[in-house]
């Protein structure tokens, strides 16, 4: 059977104290919702996600990622709770799974588990040691029978360690019938999605648990939370890339992005921190350097190098303390101490201790072009926008504001005066 998905993205989440919505914190580089949605479209064509606070914000940041999310704006203040946001929600295929927006381990595995078999609803559900504070699941052979909230528990119920994780497969005709019939009558006067199961038993259908790992289906409420979940993604990303022969130096203490790619003999030394969509073949990346969104190939970086969107390095050494961005190097040596943006540097040159592109008026971005077997003397200046042609050596100390010709040597210095005996004149005789 072909599966509908529903993703409730509609709360507010205060208690993450944030003005940006809950469900679009980051966690290893991308929105919590879309780890969501990524999951939801590897078992389904059918994804609706449920919105209401800053919906348009949340929608817009969607449609920049994805292109056949369907979308339900709900309104929340007068259907509150995960029933409320049920209410007028429309799916295309018999059976629909209504995972949460703030669920961002969960795994396509368990996705399809849940949507396995043919009970009329499948439910997710915990073992926890302790299930203090939260409501029961009672279960008899293999069907569940009622969840009882923990304050109605009868001392025989709280020793039950069978708790709710909140993820349903319902057969969509089922959810079509109940969702209308949910009330509000209670306490909190909001709706309630768990309502169907008591529906669903009072009428004879068969409501089926399925046991899932408390991982996977954690919520995320707040920033110790998303820290939390960043923590387990982290595991997951570096596990994964370890098996694939990326070499990790004290995988504890990198991080990558989950966007991040890897090819061939890759060693992540302690303190790495790979981000965005960067791709890494056969290269060394040294303690404590950064890579964002760059290509680097059969290249090093570092110790404490850092390497900046749509950078290509192919074939480069890049140093301690050296910063590239927005360029391209190939076959190129810079071994310290520069920063090098918006240049293009060729086969066979060598970068000198101190040297930096001049790249930036206050007001547009310019270019530098070195060619090849340039020798750039340290301390230079390259003032763009300036061409350098092959064969060209650059005095140490120099401010290159012209383009240098194939095989020159350019020099740029104030005439070193030196003042006999000024030492003694300035402290005194000694």
């Given at each position: 059977m072909s599966i509908s998905v529903v993703i409730l993205a509609a709360g507010q989440g205060t208690?993450?104290?944030?003005?940006?919505?809950?469900?679009?914190?980051?966690?290893?580089?991308?929105?919590?919702l879309f780890h969501a949605i990524d999951a939801a479209k590897q078992i389904s064509d059918d994804i609706t996600v449920v919105l209401y606070h800053q919906a348009a914000r949340i929608q817009k940041e969607i449609e920049a990622h994805y292109d056949t999310i369907r979308f339900h704006m709900q309104d929340a203040a007068q259907y509150p709770g995960t029933g409320g946001a049920m209410k007028g929600v429309r799916t295309k295929h018999g059976r629909t799974l209504i995972l949460n927006g703030d669920m961002p381990l969960i795994t396509k595995d368990s996705l399809l588990a849940l949507t396995s078999g043919n009970a009329d609803i499948n439910m997710s559900v915990i073992r926890l040691d302790d299930p203090q504070g939260y409501g029961r699941v009672i279960i008899e052979n293999d069907k569940v029978l009622e969840i009882v909230e923990q304050k109605d528990c009868t001392s025989e119920q709280l020793h039950t360690q069978t708790v709710n994780a909140g993820i349903y497969a319902v057969?969509?005709?089922?959810?079509?019938?109940?969702?209308?019939?949910?009330?509000?009558?209670?306490?909190?006067?909001?709706?309630?999605?768990?309502?169907?199961?008591?529906?669903?038993?009072?009428e004879g259908r068969t409501v089926h648990p399925v046991y899932v790992e408390e991982e996977e289906f954690k919520g995320v409420n707040s920033k110790l939370d998303l820290a939390h979940a960043e923590e387990i993604m982290q595991r997951r990303i570096k596990r994964s890339w370890m098996q694939a022969g990326v070499t990790m130096r004290l995988p504890e203490t990198i991080y990558i992005d989950v966007r991040a790619t890897f090819e061939g003999e890759c060693l992540l030394e302690n303190g790495v921190s790979i981000q965005g969509a960067s791709h890494i073949i056969d290269s060394?990346?040294?303690?404590h350097s950064v890579v964002e969104d760059a290509h680097i190939e059969h290249s090093d970086v570092g110790p404490m190098g850092r390497v900046r969107p749509n950078s290509r390095l192919i074939r480069t050494h890049i140093g301690n303390f050296v910063e590239v961005?927005?360029?391209?190097?190939?076959?190129?040596?810079?071994?310290?101490?520069?920063?090098?943006?918006?240049?293009?540097?060729?086969?066979?040159?060598?970068?000198?201790?101190?040297?930096?592109?001049?790249?930036?008026?206050?007001?547009?971005?310019?270019?530098?072009?070195?060619?090849k077997n340039v020798f750039v003397g340290s301390d230079t200046q390259l003032v763009a926008p300036v061409t350098i042609e092959d064969d060209v050596m650059i005095a140490a100390g120099s401010t290159i504001n012209k383009n240098v010709s194939k095989g020159e040597l350019a020099i740029s210095r104030v005439p070193m005066k030196t003042v006999k005996n000024f030492f003694y004149k300035f402290f005194g005789e000694k």
């Amino acid at each position: 059977m072909s599966i509908s998905v529903v993703i409730l993205a509609a709360g507010q989440g205060t208690r993450m104290k944030s003005s940006m919505p809950k469900v679009l914190h980051e966690i290893s580089g991308k929105s919590m919702l879309f780890h969501a949605i990524d999951a939801a479209k590897q078992i389904s064509d059918d994804i609706t996600v449920v919105l209401y606070h800053q919906a348009a914000r949340i929608q817009k940041e969607i449609e920049a990622h994805y292109d056949t999310i369907r979308f339900h704006m709900q309104d929340a203040a007068q259907y509150p709770g995960t029933g409320g946001a049920m209410k007028g929600v429309r799916t295309k295929h018999g059976r629909t799974l209504i995972l949460n927006g703030d669920m961002p381990l969960i795994t396509k595995d368990s996705l399809l588990a849940l949507t396995s078999g043919n009970a009329d609803i499948n439910m997710s559900v915990i073992r926890l040691d302790d299930p203090q504070g939260y409501g029961r699941v009672i279960i008899e052979n293999d069907k569940v029978l009622e969840i009882v909230e923990q304050k109605d528990c009868t001392s025989e119920q709280l020793h039950t360690q069978t708790v709710n994780a909140g993820i349903y497969a319902v057969n969509t005709s089922l959810l079509e019938k109940y969702i209308p019939l949910l009330s509000n009558d209670n306490a909190q006067s909001e709706y309630y999605l768990t309502d169907i199961i008591k529906m669903a038993v009072e009428e004879g259908r068969t409501v089926h648990p399925v046991y899932v790992e408390e991982e996977e289906f954690k919520g995320v409420n707040s920033k110790l939370d998303l820290a939390h979940a960043e923590e387990i993604m982290q595991r997951r990303i570096k596990r994964s890339w370890m098996q694939a022969g990326v070499t990790m130096r004290l995988p504890e203490t990198i991080y990558i992005d989950v966007r991040a790619t890897f090819e061939g003999e890759c060693l992540l030394e302690n303190g790495v921190s790979i981000q965005g969509a960067s791709h890494i073949i056969d290269s060394h990346i040294k303690a404590h350097s950064v890579v964002e969104d760059a290509h680097i190939e059969h290249s090093d970086v570092g110790p404490m190098g850092r390497v900046r969107p749509n950078s290509r390095l192919i074939r480069t050494h890049i140093g301690n303390f050296v910063e590239v961005k927005k360029s391209t190097l190939t076959g190129v040596k810079a071994g310290h101490l520069s920063y090098l943006g918006d240049a293009t540097i060729e086969e066979g040159t060598n970068i000198g201790a101190g040297v930096i592109t001049c790249n930036y008026d206050g007001k547009n971005k310019y270019q530098t072009i070195v060619g090849k077997n340039v020798f750039v003397g340290s301390d230079t200046q390259l003032v763009a926008p300036v061409t350098i042609e092959d064969d060209v050596m650059i005095a140490a100390g120099s401010t290159i504001n012209k383009n240098v010709s194939k095989g020159e040597l350019a020099i740029s210095r104030v005439p070193m005066k030196t003042v006999k005996n000024f030492f003694y004149k300035f402290f005194g005789e000694k």
